[in-house]
């Protein structure tokens, strides 16, 4: 199977000083890109883009997240951010039950210690998710 194909895209600046920080941005969109096997518009995900380029020096934060290995854990937080915090439109998305979105989001606190509800818990959950210590399978209805 081919290589999925990604790119960083950098945020649209002007003159010459706007090119060199827009190809920063995209470089850092890049990053991102090529964890996620998807195209990244810095624009739209500038803070985990930023963020992700620290992930070495962040790691001690992120370590209960990294050995988590429980796809659909993952998916379930993911669906949850990508459908504004619902827990219905995120149980529509993995076609599960609601009660299955919400049991998904306690486990995975209590693996890792970070409630998804909370801002500091759904930053270290994106963060360790968008830097590829997990690997989460949006399309697994009903998986776990």
């Known amino acids: 199977m081919a290589e999925p194909r990604v790119a960083g895209i950098g945020l649209r600046r002007s003159g010459l000083g706007g090119a060199a ?7 850092r969109a890049l990053d991102l890109a090529v964890r996620q096997g998807r195209t990244v518009r810095f624009e739209d995900e500038w803070l985990t883009a930023t963020l992700v380029t620290h992930a070495a020096r962040l790691r001690p934060l992120l370590a209960p997240g990294l050995h988590v290995d429980q796809p659909h854990l993952a998916a379930a937080v993911l669906a949850f951010v990508e459908h504004g915090l619902s827990v219905p439109g995120a149980a529509e998305a993995l ?12 486990r995975w606190r209590e693996l890792t210690g970070w409630d ?29």
């Open 21 to 27: 920080e827009s190809l920063a941005d995209a470089e």
């Open 116 to 144: 998804p509800h909370t801002l500091d818990g759904l930053a270290r959950s994106l963060l360790v998710l968008a830097s590829g210590g997990q690997r989460s399978s949006p399309g697994v209805p009903g998986g776990g």
């Open 95 to 106: 076609e599960v039950h609601g009660n299955t979105v919400k049991y998904r989001l306690s």
